[in-house]
Protein backbone atom coordinates (compact mmCIF):
# COMPACT_ATOMS: atom_id res chain seq x y z
CA UNK A 1 0.00 0.00 0.00
CA UNK A 2 1.56 3.46 -0.61
CA UNK A 3 0.53 5.90 1.80
CA UNK A 4 2.34 9.46 1.20
CA UNK A 5 3.48 9.60 4.47
CA UNK A 6 7.08 8.12 5.62
CA UNK A 7 6.47 5.71 8.97
CA UNK A 8 8.77 8.37 10.75
CA UNK A 9 5.98 10.85 9.99
CA UNK A 10 2.96 8.78 11.10
CA UNK A 11 5.02 8.09 14.09
CA UNK A 12 5.72 11.45 14.92
CA UNK A 13 2.24 12.59 13.92
CA UNK A 14 0.64 9.57 16.11
CA UNK A 15 2.99 10.42 19.52
CA UNK A 16 4.22 13.96 18.39
CA UNK A 17 7.06 15.31 21.29
CA UNK A 18 7.16 18.38 23.25
CA UNK A 19 3.52 19.38 22.80
CA UNK A 20 2.00 21.99 25.20
CA UNK A 21 2.90 25.59 26.28
CA UNK A 22 5.59 27.05 28.07
CA UNK A 23 3.92 29.65 30.64
CA UNK A 24 6.87 31.91 31.23
CA UNK A 25 8.34 31.57 27.66
CA UNK A 26 11.46 34.19 26.42
CA UNK A 27 9.97 33.66 23.24
CA UNK A 28 6.87 32.82 21.51
CA UNK A 29 6.02 33.00 17.53
CA UNK A 30 3.12 31.52 15.41
CA UNK A 31 3.63 31.15 11.44
CA UNK A 32 0.73 30.47 9.22
CA UNK A 33 -3.31 30.67 9.79
CA UNK A 34 -6.19 28.58 10.23
CA UNK A 35 -7.48 29.94 7.44
CA UNK A 36 -4.72 28.47 5.42
CA UNK A 37 -4.85 25.05 7.32
CA UNK A 38 -1.76 24.95 8.92
CA UNK A 39 -0.62 26.68 11.70
CA UNK A 40 2.17 26.42 14.28
CA UNK A 41 3.16 27.77 17.20
CA UNK A 42 6.44 27.71 19.53
CA UNK A 43 7.46 28.87 23.07
CA UNK A 44 10.74 28.66 23.91
CA UNK A 45 12.60 28.96 27.38
CA UNK A 46 16.23 30.59 26.61
CA UNK A 47 19.15 30.41 28.88
CA UNK A 48 20.36 34.32 29.18
CA UNK A 49 23.89 33.12 29.40
CA UNK A 50 24.51 30.22 27.49
CA UNK A 51 22.02 31.40 24.56
CA UNK A 52 20.67 27.62 24.65
CA UNK A 53 16.94 26.60 24.09
CA UNK A 54 16.54 24.67 27.73
CA UNK A 55 12.99 23.90 26.66
CA UNK A 56 10.64 24.46 23.48
CA UNK A 57 7.39 23.66 23.48
CA UNK A 58 4.95 23.21 20.09
CA UNK A 59 0.99 23.72 19.35
CA UNK A 60 -0.20 22.79 15.75
CA UNK A 61 -3.02 23.69 13.55
CA UNK A 62 -3.52 21.03 10.33
CA UNK A 63 -2.74 17.89 8.63
CA UNK A 64 0.10 15.21 9.89
CA UNK A 65 3.02 16.73 8.08
CA UNK A 66 2.28 20.04 9.96
CA UNK A 67 2.28 18.03 13.13
CA UNK A 68 5.42 15.94 12.29
CA UNK A 69 7.63 18.61 11.44
CA UNK A 70 6.52 21.07 14.25
CA UNK A 71 7.44 18.34 16.57
CA UNK A 72 11.00 17.65 14.92
CA UNK A 73 11.64 21.16 15.06
CA UNK A 74 11.36 21.46 18.41
CA UNK A 75 13.80 18.21 18.59
CA UNK A 76 16.56 19.08 16.81
CA UNK A 77 16.66 22.77 18.18
CA UNK A 78 16.66 21.96 22.29
CA UNK A 79 19.88 22.14 23.93
CA UNK A 80 20.75 24.17 20.31
CA UNK A 81 22.49 27.82 21.03
CA UNK A 82 20.39 29.95 19.23
CA UNK A 83 22.94 30.95 16.80
CA UNK A 84 23.10 27.33 15.91
CA UNK A 85 18.96 26.97 15.92
CA UNK A 86 18.71 29.54 13.32
CA UNK A 87 20.72 27.69 10.80
CA UNK A 88 18.41 24.68 10.66
CA UNK A 89 16.82 24.16 7.42
CA UNK A 90 13.43 22.56 6.22
CA UNK A 91 15.43 20.78 4.46
CA UNK A 92 17.23 19.10 7.24
CA UNK A 93 13.72 18.92 8.93
CA UNK A 94 12.17 17.08 5.53
CA UNK A 95 14.95 14.69 5.54
CA UNK A 96 14.93 13.90 9.54
CA UNK A 97 11.72 12.68 8.88
CA UNK A 98 11.93 10.20 6.00
CA UNK A 99 11.04 12.96 3.63
CA UNK A 100 8.02 15.17 3.00
CA UNK A 101 5.04 14.36 0.16
CA UNK A 102 6.36 17.56 -3.02
CA UNK A 103 2.74 19.15 -1.39
CA UNK A 104 3.87 19.30 1.84
CA UNK A 105 7.20 20.43 2.21
CA UNK A 106 5.62 24.41 2.92
CA UNK A 107 4.77 22.35 6.48
CA UNK A 108 8.46 21.89 7.67
CA UNK A 109 9.00 25.47 5.84
CA UNK A 110 6.30 26.97 8.37
CA UNK A 111 8.06 25.05 11.53
CA UNK A 112 11.56 26.58 10.47
CA UNK A 113 9.99 30.15 9.68
CA UNK A 114 8.49 30.38 13.37
CA UNK A 115 11.70 28.89 15.12
CA UNK A 116 13.34 31.96 13.07
CA UNK A 117 10.53 34.38 14.31
CA UNK A 118 10.92 33.12 17.75
CA UNK A 119 14.92 33.52 18.07
CA UNK A 120 14.09 37.32 15.86
CA UNK A 121 11.79 38.04 18.67
CA UNK A 122 13.99 37.10 21.59
CA UNK A 123 17.00 39.17 20.14
CA UNK A 124 14.81 42.26 20.14
CA UNK A 125 13.58 41.88 23.57
CA UNK A 126 17.00 40.90 24.86
CA UNK A 127 18.95 43.48 22.88
CA UNK A 128 20.89 41.03 20.98
CA UNK A 129 20.76 42.67 18.19
CA UNK A 130 23.55 43.81 15.85
CA UNK A 131 22.03 47.17 14.43
CA UNK A 132 19.39 48.71 16.46
CA UNK A 133 17.01 50.26 13.61
CA UNK A 134 13.68 52.32 14.71
CA UNK A 135 10.77 50.79 13.99
CA UNK A 136 8.75 52.69 11.04
CA UNK A 137 5.39 51.54 9.16
CA UNK A 138 8.39 49.15 6.73
CA UNK A 139 9.16 47.26 9.82
CA UNK A 140 5.65 47.14 10.80
CA UNK A 141 4.14 45.98 7.47
CA UNK A 142 7.43 43.80 6.93
CA UNK A 143 6.59 41.81 10.02
CA UNK A 144 2.38 41.49 10.09
CA UNK A 145 3.27 40.24 5.85
CA UNK A 146 2.98 36.76 7.20
CA UNK A 147 -0.44 37.18 9.28
CA UNK A 148 -3.68 36.04 7.57
CA UNK A 149 -6.64 37.07 7.45
CA UNK A 150 -9.32 34.12 8.96
CA UNK A 151 -12.28 35.14 6.42
CA UNK A 152 -10.58 35.06 2.97
CA UNK A 153 -6.94 33.22 3.42
CA UNK A 154 -5.31 35.81 2.17
CA UNK A 155 -2.13 37.81 3.69
CA UNK A 156 -3.57 40.96 5.58
CA UNK A 157 -2.12 43.57 3.99
CA UNK A 158 -2.75 42.74 0.67
CA UNK A 159 -6.96 42.96 1.20
CA UNK A 160 -7.48 46.01 2.99
CA UNK A 161 -7.93 43.85 6.12
CA UNK A 162 -5.42 46.25 8.09
CA UNK A 163 -7.09 49.82 7.85
CA UNK A 164 -4.73 51.84 9.97
CA UNK A 165 -1.00 51.35 11.22
CA UNK A 166 -0.42 54.74 13.72
CA UNK A 167 2.94 54.66 15.60
CA UNK A 168 3.47 57.29 18.24
CA UNK A 169 6.44 57.61 20.61
CA UNK A 170 6.58 53.52 20.84
CA UNK A 171 3.32 52.74 20.44
CA UNK A 172 1.57 50.92 17.74
CA UNK A 173 -1.74 50.68 17.23
CA UNK A 174 -3.29 48.51 14.34
CA UNK A 175 -7.17 49.15 13.23
CA UNK A 176 -8.17 45.74 11.26
CA UNK A 177 -11.43 45.41 9.59
CA UNK A 178 -13.24 42.53 10.90
CA UNK A 179 -15.49 42.22 13.98
CA UNK A 180 -14.55 41.64 17.64
CA UNK A 181 -16.77 38.55 18.14
CA UNK A 182 -15.62 36.61 15.35
CA UNK A 183 -14.30 33.32 16.38
CA UNK A 184 -10.61 34.23 15.47
CA UNK A 185 -10.63 37.80 16.38
CA UNK A 186 -8.95 37.14 19.55
CA UNK A 187 -6.15 34.93 17.76
CA UNK A 188 -5.48 37.72 14.77
CA UNK A 189 -5.00 39.94 17.90
CA UNK A 190 -2.52 37.90 19.92
CA UNK A 191 -1.05 37.04 16.69
CA UNK A 192 -0.70 40.76 15.85
CA UNK A 193 0.53 41.72 19.07
CA UNK A 194 2.72 38.51 19.19
CA UNK A 195 4.77 40.21 15.87
CA UNK A 196 5.40 43.60 16.65
CA UNK A 197 5.56 43.64 20.55
CA UNK A 198 9.31 42.28 20.85
CA UNK A 199 10.29 44.67 18.82
CA UNK A 200 13.32 46.67 20.86
CA UNK A 201 11.60 50.19 21.04
CA UNK A 202 7.93 49.39 21.17
CA UNK A 203 6.30 49.72 24.32
CA UNK A 204 2.98 48.35 23.70
CA UNK A 205 0.83 47.10 20.77
CA UNK A 206 -3.08 47.73 20.34
CA UNK A 207 -5.62 46.30 18.06
CA UNK A 208 -8.67 47.68 17.46
CA UNK A 209 -11.36 45.62 15.72
CA UNK A 210 -14.73 47.52 13.64
CA UNK A 211 -17.15 47.77 16.57
CA UNK A 212 -14.58 48.91 19.02
CA UNK A 213 -13.50 52.64 19.37
CA UNK A 214 -11.30 52.44 22.04
CA UNK A 215 -8.02 51.20 23.39
CA UNK A 216 -8.17 47.79 24.93
CA UNK B 1 -12.95 -1.29 21.97
CA UNK B 2 -12.18 -4.08 19.79
CA UNK B 3 -10.75 -2.96 16.50
CA UNK B 4 -13.45 -2.93 13.77
CA UNK B 5 -13.52 -1.30 9.72
CA UNK B 6 -16.03 0.85 9.56
CA UNK B 7 -16.54 2.58 5.62
CA UNK B 8 -18.25 5.86 5.93
CA UNK B 9 -17.94 6.97 2.62
CA UNK B 10 -20.66 6.06 0.91
CA UNK B 11 -21.13 8.71 -0.87
CA UNK B 12 -17.72 8.39 -3.12
CA UNK B 13 -18.30 4.75 -4.18
CA UNK B 14 -19.96 1.76 -2.00
CA UNK B 15 -19.59 -2.04 -1.66
CA UNK B 16 -20.95 -4.43 -4.59
CA UNK B 17 -24.20 -6.40 -3.61
CA UNK B 18 -23.07 -9.89 -3.53
CA UNK B 19 -25.97 -10.65 -5.54
CA UNK B 20 -25.39 -8.10 -8.06
CA UNK B 21 -22.12 -9.53 -8.69
CA UNK B 22 -23.18 -12.85 -8.86
CA UNK B 23 -25.64 -11.88 -11.88
CA UNK B 24 -22.92 -9.96 -13.45
CA UNK B 25 -20.73 -13.43 -13.25
CA UNK B 26 -23.40 -14.96 -15.50
CA UNK B 27 -22.21 -12.12 -18.27
CA UNK B 28 -18.86 -12.73 -17.63
CA UNK B 29 -18.91 -16.69 -17.48
CA UNK B 30 -21.83 -17.35 -20.07
CA UNK B 31 -23.78 -14.89 -22.06
CA UNK B 32 -20.58 -12.27 -22.37
CA UNK B 33 -20.74 -11.76 -26.38
CA UNK B 34 -21.05 -8.10 -27.56
CA UNK B 35 -24.49 -7.08 -27.47
CA UNK B 36 -26.35 -7.71 -30.74
CA UNK B 37 -29.31 -7.02 -32.71
CA UNK B 38 -32.11 -9.17 -32.99
CA UNK B 39 -30.82 -11.00 -36.45
CA UNK B 40 -27.97 -11.88 -34.78
CA UNK B 41 -26.48 -14.94 -33.66
CA UNK B 42 -28.04 -16.22 -30.13
CA UNK B 43 -25.26 -15.49 -27.75
CA UNK B 44 -25.11 -11.74 -29.12
CA UNK B 45 -28.70 -11.82 -28.33
CA UNK B 46 -29.02 -13.25 -24.68
CA UNK B 47 -26.53 -10.34 -24.15
CA UNK B 48 -28.71 -7.49 -25.83
CA UNK B 49 -31.59 -9.19 -23.47
CA UNK B 50 -29.37 -8.16 -20.30
CA UNK B 51 -28.87 -4.86 -21.37
CA UNK B 52 -32.21 -4.40 -22.22
CA UNK B 53 -34.02 -5.94 -19.11
CA UNK B 54 -31.62 -3.44 -17.00
CA UNK B 55 -32.87 -0.35 -19.29
CA UNK B 56 -36.45 -1.29 -18.42
CA UNK B 57 -35.63 -1.57 -14.51
CA UNK B 58 -33.88 1.97 -14.42
CA UNK B 59 -36.80 3.42 -16.52
CA UNK B 60 -38.95 2.56 -14.44
CA UNK B 61 -37.69 3.86 -11.09
CA UNK B 62 -37.89 7.34 -12.47
CA UNK B 63 -41.09 6.62 -14.70
CA UNK B 64 -39.36 7.18 -17.99
CA UNK B 65 -39.56 5.25 -21.35
CA UNK B 66 -37.06 2.41 -22.35
CA UNK B 67 -35.70 4.77 -25.01
CA UNK B 68 -35.01 7.59 -23.20
CA UNK B 69 -32.17 5.45 -20.96
CA UNK B 70 -28.89 5.90 -22.35
CA UNK B 71 -25.96 3.40 -20.40
CA UNK B 72 -22.36 5.61 -19.86
CA UNK B 73 -19.14 4.40 -18.16
CA UNK B 74 -20.77 6.51 -15.21
CA UNK B 75 -21.70 9.69 -13.83
CA UNK B 76 -18.81 11.69 -15.30
CA UNK B 77 -19.23 10.65 -18.76
CA UNK B 78 -22.98 11.51 -18.41
CA UNK B 79 -22.97 15.23 -17.19
CA UNK B 80 -20.12 15.33 -20.18
CA UNK B 81 -22.58 14.01 -22.43
CA UNK B 82 -25.73 15.87 -21.36
CA UNK B 83 -23.52 19.45 -21.67
CA UNK B 84 -21.72 19.07 -24.26
CA UNK B 85 -24.39 16.65 -26.38
CA UNK B 86 -26.62 19.59 -25.90
CA UNK B 87 -24.09 22.45 -27.03
CA UNK B 88 -23.08 20.44 -29.95
CA UNK B 89 -27.15 19.55 -31.10
CA UNK B 90 -27.67 23.14 -30.45
CA UNK B 91 -24.18 24.96 -31.62
CA UNK B 92 -26.68 27.06 -35.06
CA UNK B 93 -28.98 27.86 -32.27
CA UNK B 94 -29.02 31.55 -30.67
CA UNK B 95 -29.09 30.35 -27.20
CA UNK B 96 -25.87 31.07 -25.82
CA UNK B 97 -25.98 30.90 -22.27
CA UNK B 98 -25.12 27.79 -20.32
CA UNK B 99 -26.02 28.53 -16.12
CA UNK B 100 -24.39 25.78 -13.15
CA UNK B 101 -24.53 25.76 -10.26
CA UNK B 102 -21.37 26.64 -7.65
CA UNK B 103 -21.88 23.19 -6.08
CA UNK B 104 -21.74 21.02 -8.95
CA UNK B 105 -19.76 17.86 -9.32
CA UNK B 106 -16.84 18.61 -11.40
CA UNK B 107 -17.10 17.04 -14.12
CA UNK B 108 -20.49 19.34 -14.62
CA UNK B 109 -17.95 22.93 -13.62
CA UNK B 110 -15.58 21.70 -15.72
CA UNK B 111 -17.81 20.59 -18.82
CA UNK B 112 -19.38 24.03 -18.32
CA UNK B 113 -16.27 26.29 -18.74
CA UNK B 114 -14.54 23.64 -21.31
CA UNK B 115 -17.50 25.24 -22.96
CA UNK B 116 -16.99 28.70 -22.01
CA UNK B 117 -13.95 28.39 -24.05
CA UNK B 118 -15.84 27.17 -26.91
CA UNK B 119 -17.79 30.42 -26.46
CA UNK B 120 -20.65 30.17 -24.07
CA UNK B 121 -21.59 32.29 -21.53
CA UNK B 122 -20.91 30.49 -18.34
CA UNK B 123 -23.22 31.52 -15.15
CA UNK B 124 -22.86 30.32 -11.81
CA UNK B 125 -25.80 30.62 -9.42
CA UNK B 126 -24.84 30.94 -5.69
CA UNK B 127 -26.52 29.18 -2.98
CA UNK B 128 -27.27 30.20 0.94
CA UNK B 129 -25.45 29.07 3.74
CA UNK B 130 -26.78 25.47 3.96
CA UNK B 131 -26.31 24.70 -0.07
CA UNK B 132 -30.31 25.67 -1.35
CA UNK B 133 -29.93 27.08 -4.83
CA UNK B 134 -30.58 30.95 -4.58
CA UNK B 135 -34.03 30.84 -6.57
CA UNK B 136 -34.30 34.43 -7.45
CA UNK B 137 -30.39 34.89 -8.46
CA UNK B 138 -31.42 31.90 -10.55
CA UNK B 139 -34.18 33.72 -12.01
CA UNK B 140 -32.09 36.48 -13.02
CA UNK B 141 -29.64 34.39 -14.77
CA UNK B 142 -32.04 32.32 -16.85
CA UNK B 143 -33.10 34.69 -19.32
CA UNK B 144 -34.50 34.19 -23.60
CA UNK B 145 -30.27 33.39 -24.49
CA UNK B 146 -30.18 30.33 -21.88
CA UNK B 147 -29.76 27.07 -23.78
CA UNK B 148 -28.83 24.59 -20.69
CA UNK B 149 -29.67 24.77 -16.52
CA UNK B 150 -27.56 22.27 -14.93
CA UNK B 151 -28.36 21.98 -11.20
CA UNK B 152 -27.17 19.02 -9.12
CA UNK B 153 -30.16 17.14 -6.89
CA UNK B 154 -28.39 16.01 -3.77
CA UNK B 155 -25.30 17.55 -3.45
CA UNK B 156 -22.39 14.92 -2.90
CA UNK B 157 -20.45 16.81 -0.04
CA UNK B 158 -22.96 18.88 1.97
CA UNK B 159 -26.33 16.44 1.33
CA UNK B 160 -28.39 19.31 0.27
CA UNK B 161 -31.37 18.33 -1.81
CA UNK B 162 -32.68 20.68 -4.48
CA UNK B 163 -36.35 21.08 -5.33
CA UNK B 164 -36.26 20.14 -8.99
CA UNK B 165 -39.93 20.82 -9.20
CA UNK B 166 -39.67 24.33 -8.92
CA UNK B 167 -36.32 24.97 -10.69
CA UNK B 168 -37.44 23.13 -13.78
CA UNK B 169 -40.40 25.45 -13.85
CA UNK B 170 -38.03 28.48 -13.90
CA UNK B 171 -35.73 27.24 -16.41
CA UNK B 172 -38.86 26.04 -18.65
CA UNK B 173 -40.89 29.31 -18.72
CA UNK B 174 -37.48 30.52 -20.40
CA UNK B 175 -37.81 27.79 -22.84
CA UNK B 176 -34.25 26.23 -21.52
CA UNK B 177 -33.46 22.62 -20.96
CA UNK B 178 -32.95 21.21 -17.66
CA UNK B 179 -30.31 18.49 -16.47
CA UNK B 180 -29.74 17.39 -12.93
CA UNK B 181 -27.19 15.42 -11.63
CA UNK B 182 -28.78 12.77 -9.65
CA UNK B 183 -25.85 10.56 -9.00
CA UNK B 184 -26.11 11.42 -4.92
CA UNK B 185 -29.69 11.03 -4.60
CA UNK B 186 -30.75 8.32 -7.25
CA UNK B 187 -33.38 6.03 -5.96
CA UNK B 188 -32.62 7.38 -2.34
CA UNK B 189 -34.86 10.83 -3.06
CA UNK B 190 -37.13 9.30 -5.59
CA UNK B 191 -37.56 11.35 -8.73
CA UNK B 192 -40.57 11.33 -11.77
CA UNK B 193 -38.95 12.94 -14.58
CA UNK B 194 -42.41 13.59 -16.49
CA UNK B 195 -43.96 14.92 -13.59
CA UNK B 196 -40.63 17.33 -12.05
CA UNK B 197 -40.32 18.22 -16.10
CA UNK B 198 -36.53 16.84 -16.25
CA UNK B 199 -35.13 16.95 -19.54
CA UNK B 200 -31.61 15.10 -19.01
CA UNK B 201 -30.34 13.40 -15.32
CA UNK B 202 -27.38 11.77 -14.65
CA UNK B 203 -27.59 8.24 -12.51
CA UNK B 204 -24.86 6.30 -11.39
CA UNK B 205 -24.59 2.30 -10.62
CA UNK B 206 -21.83 2.70 -7.64
CA UNK B 207 -23.60 4.69 -5.43
CA UNK B 208 -26.41 1.91 -5.27
CA UNK B 209 -24.15 -1.43 -4.38
CA UNK B 210 -23.57 -1.62 -7.80
CA UNK B 211 -20.82 -2.17 -10.00
CA UNK B 212 -18.25 1.04 -10.23
CA UNK B 213 -17.71 2.04 -14.47
CA UNK B 214 -21.44 2.03 -15.41
CA UNK B 215 -23.78 4.91 -14.96
CA UNK B 216 -26.80 6.02 -17.11
CA UNK B 217 -28.27 9.76 -18.95
CA UNK B 218 -31.79 10.09 -18.77
CA UNK B 219 -32.71 12.11 -22.16
CA UNK B 220 -36.48 12.80 -23.00
CA UNK B 221 -37.64 12.07 -26.02
CA UNK B 222 -38.23 15.15 -26.68
CA UNK B 223 -34.83 16.71 -26.54
CA UNK B 224 -32.42 15.93 -29.19
CA UNK B 225 -28.63 15.81 -28.16
CA UNK B 226 -25.35 14.98 -30.10
CA UNK B 227 -23.27 12.21 -29.45
CA UNK B 228 -19.83 12.52 -28.04
CA UNK B 229 -18.36 9.32 -28.63
CA UNK B 230 -17.97 8.17 -31.91
CA UNK B 231 -17.28 4.99 -32.81
CA UNK B 232 -20.64 3.16 -33.38
CA UNK B 233 -24.56 2.96 -33.33
CA UNK B 234 -24.68 2.12 -29.68
CA UNK B 235 -27.03 3.36 -26.96
CA UNK B 236 -29.70 4.97 -29.77
CA UNK B 237 -26.95 6.20 -31.92
CA UNK B 238 -25.74 8.29 -28.58
CA UNK B 239 -22.54 6.15 -27.64
CA UNK B 240 -19.95 4.33 -29.77
CA UNK B 241 -18.27 1.57 -28.13
CA UNK B 242 -19.35 -1.79 -27.10
CA UNK B 243 -21.48 -1.78 -24.13
CA UNK B 244 -20.61 -2.85 -20.87
CA UNK B 245 -22.76 -5.88 -20.45
CA UNK B 246 -21.92 -7.17 -17.33
CA UNK B 247 -21.69 -3.56 -15.78
CA UNK B 248 -25.29 -2.27 -16.84
CA UNK B 249 -26.90 -6.26 -16.08
CA UNK B 250 -25.05 -5.49 -12.59
CA UNK B 251 -26.52 -1.90 -12.64
CA UNK B 252 -29.93 -2.98 -13.21
CA UNK B 253 -29.47 -5.65 -10.45
CA UNK B 254 -29.07 -3.31 -8.75
CA UNK B 255 -32.16 -1.04 -8.97
CA UNK B 256 -33.85 -4.10 -8.36
CA UNK B 257 -32.63 -4.84 -4.75
CA UNK B 258 -32.71 -1.28 -3.90
CA UNK B 259 -34.85 -0.87 -0.75
CA UNK B 260 -36.84 2.02 0.79
CA UNK B 261 -36.80 -0.50 4.14
CA UNK B 262 -32.56 -0.05 3.68
CA UNK B 263 -33.17 4.02 3.22
CA UNK B 264 -35.16 4.31 6.65
CA UNK B 265 -32.18 2.27 8.54
CA UNK B 266 -29.90 4.48 7.35
CA UNK B 267 -31.56 7.53 7.99
CA UNK B 268 -31.79 6.16 11.73
CA UNK B 269 -28.02 5.77 11.73
CA UNK B 270 -27.03 8.86 10.19
CA UNK B 271 -29.78 10.54 12.84
CA UNK B 272 -28.36 8.65 15.43
CA UNK B 273 -24.43 9.73 14.37
CA UNK B 274 -25.38 13.13 14.43
CA UNK B 275 -27.55 13.13 18.25
CA UNK B 276 -24.33 11.55 19.53
CA UNK B 277 -21.85 14.15 18.15
CA UNK B 278 -24.37 16.75 18.82
CA UNK B 279 -24.17 15.91 22.57
CA UNK B 280 -20.82 14.35 23.30
CA UNK B 281 -19.02 16.57 21.86
CA UNK B 282 -18.54 20.95 21.95
CA UNK B 283 -17.81 23.44 18.89
CA UNK B 284 -19.59 20.85 16.36
CA UNK B 285 -21.30 22.71 13.98
CA UNK B 286 -23.67 20.32 10.67
CA UNK B 287 -23.04 21.54 6.61
CA UNK B 288 -25.88 21.32 4.61
CA UNK B 289 -29.51 21.22 4.78
CA UNK B 290 -30.85 21.49 8.75
CA UNK B 291 -33.94 19.76 7.62
CA UNK B 292 -33.00 16.52 7.43
CA UNK B 293 -35.85 15.39 5.04
CA UNK B 294 -34.11 17.79 2.49
CA UNK B 295 -30.73 15.88 3.02
CA UNK B 296 -29.75 12.56 0.82
CA UNK B 297 -30.57 9.78 3.43
CA UNK B 298 -26.97 8.78 3.84
CA UNK B 299 -25.02 11.61 4.09
CA UNK B 300 -24.00 13.99 7.32
CA UNK B 301 -21.32 16.83 7.04
CA UNK B 302 -20.20 18.10 9.89
CA UNK B 303 -16.91 20.58 10.88
CA UNK B 304 -15.20 20.17 14.33
CA UNK B 305 -14.11 23.74 15.11
CA UNK B 306 -10.25 24.61 15.70
CA UNK B 307 -8.91 21.16 14.24
CA UNK B 308 -7.56 20.24 10.71
CA UNK B 309 -9.68 17.44 8.85
CA UNK B 310 -6.69 15.91 7.67
CA UNK B 311 -5.45 14.87 11.05
CA UNK B 312 -8.88 13.90 11.66
CA UNK B 313 -9.06 11.57 8.77
CA UNK B 314 -5.66 9.78 9.31
CA UNK B 315 -6.10 9.54 13.34
CA UNK B 316 -9.46 7.63 11.83
CA UNK B 317 -7.89 5.91 9.26
CA UNK B 318 -5.06 4.19 11.51
CA UNK B 319 -8.39 3.28 14.02
CA UNK B 320 -10.30 1.52 10.65
CA UNK B 321 -12.88 4.32 10.14
CA UNK B 322 -12.86 5.68 6.53
CA UNK B 323 -14.07 9.30 5.75
CA UNK B 324 -13.18 12.31 3.67
CA UNK B 325 -12.57 15.93 4.30
CA UNK B 326 -13.47 19.01 2.63
CA UNK B 327 -9.86 20.15 3.84
CA UNK B 328 -7.41 21.76 1.28
CA UNK B 329 -4.68 19.20 3.11
CA UNK B 330 -6.66 16.13 1.61
CA UNK B 331 -6.77 17.66 -1.81
CA UNK B 332 -5.02 16.62 -4.63
CA UNK B 333 -4.96 20.31 -5.30
CA UNK B 334 -4.84 21.91 -2.25
CA UNK B 335 -7.77 23.69 -2.15
CA UNK B 336 -10.45 23.38 0.12
CA UNK B 337 -13.72 22.65 -1.04
CA UNK B 338 -15.58 24.68 -3.80
CA UNK B 339 -18.97 23.92 -2.09
CA UNK B 340 -18.29 24.92 1.61
CA UNK B 341 -16.68 27.82 -0.03
CA UNK B 342 -19.42 28.51 -2.47
CA UNK B 343 -22.02 28.49 0.64
CA UNK B 344 -20.03 31.61 2.54
CA UNK B 345 -18.26 29.76 4.99
CA UNK B 346 -14.98 30.11 6.03
CA UNK B 347 -11.71 28.26 5.01
CA UNK B 348 -11.36 27.07 8.49
CA UNK B 349 -15.10 25.81 8.45
CA UNK B 350 -14.13 23.56 5.03
CA UNK B 351 -10.79 22.51 6.65
CA UNK B 352 -12.18 21.05 9.81
CA UNK B 353 -15.51 19.60 7.70
CA UNK B 354 -15.63 15.74 7.80
CA UNK B 355 -18.20 14.12 5.80
CA UNK B 356 -20.01 10.61 7.14
CA UNK B 357 -21.86 8.58 4.95
CA UNK B 358 -23.67 5.30 5.83
CA UNK B 359 -24.60 2.22 3.84
CA UNK B 360 -27.37 -0.58 4.35
CA UNK B 361 -23.54 -2.39 5.09
CA UNK B 362 -23.45 -0.08 8.28
CA UNK B 363 -24.35 -1.36 11.47
CA UNK B 364 -25.38 0.22 14.95
CA UNK B 365 -22.38 -0.80 16.54
CA UNK B 366 -20.24 0.36 13.69
CA UNK B 367 -22.34 4.09 14.63
CA UNK B 368 -21.23 3.68 18.36
CA UNK B 369 -17.81 2.71 17.84
CA UNK B 370 -17.37 5.73 14.57
CA UNK B 371 -18.70 8.46 17.53
CA UNK B 372 -15.85 6.95 20.09
CA UNK B 373 -13.03 7.57 18.56
CA UNK B 374 -13.95 10.37 16.74
CA UNK B 375 -14.62 12.11 20.13
CA UNK B 376 -10.85 10.85 21.01
CA UNK B 377 -9.41 12.25 18.54
CA UNK B 378 -11.37 15.64 18.22
CA UNK B 379 -10.05 15.67 22.04
CA UNK B 380 -6.72 14.77 21.18
CA UNK B 381 -6.26 17.46 18.19
CA UNK B 382 -7.67 20.11 19.78
CA UNK B 383 -5.33 19.78 23.31
CA UNK B 384 -2.51 20.19 20.10
CA UNK B 385 -4.54 23.20 18.57
CA UNK B 386 -3.06 26.89 19.28
CA UNK B 387 -6.56 27.97 18.73
CA UNK B 388 -8.17 26.39 21.49
CA UNK B 389 -8.04 28.75 24.57
CA UNK B 390 -6.33 27.65 27.29
CA UNK B 391 -8.40 26.39 30.14
Redesign the interface.
Known sequence: MSFPYSEKV?EY??H?KN?G?IEDADAVA?EGS????????LYLKINPETKSIEDIKF??????S??ATASIITELSKNKTIEEAKKLTWKKASETLGGLPP??VHCAVLAVDALRTAIENYEHKMGLLKEKKSTDTNIIEKRLKRVIN????LEVLKVNFVKKIDLDDGIITITVNLDSDH??A??IREEIVERLEPLWDIKKVYVIFNDENERH | MEKRNVYLDNNATTRTDERVVEHMNHYHLNDYAVASSQFSHTPGIKAKDGIEKARQIIAEKISALNNEIVFTSGSAESNNLALKGIALANRAAKRNRIVVSKIEHFSVLDSAKRLGKEGYDIAFVDVDGEGFIDIDHLKNLVNDETLLVSIIHGNHEIGTVQDLHSISEIVHKKGAYFHTDATYSFLQIPVDVKKYGIDLMTVSSDKIHGPKGVGALYVSEDVIIEKITDGGFQEFNLRGGTENVSGIAGFGKACEIFSEEDVERIKYLRNDLYEQFKSGLKGVQLNGSSDFSRRIPNNLNLSF????G??VV??LD?RGISVITG????SRA?Q?SHILLAMGF???RA?GSIRFSPSKYTLKEDIDYTVHHVKEVVTKLR?????V??Q
Open positions: MFSPVETPACGDMVKKSYGCANIAKPLTGPFNN | DYIEESLHMSACFLASHEHKLSPLEQ
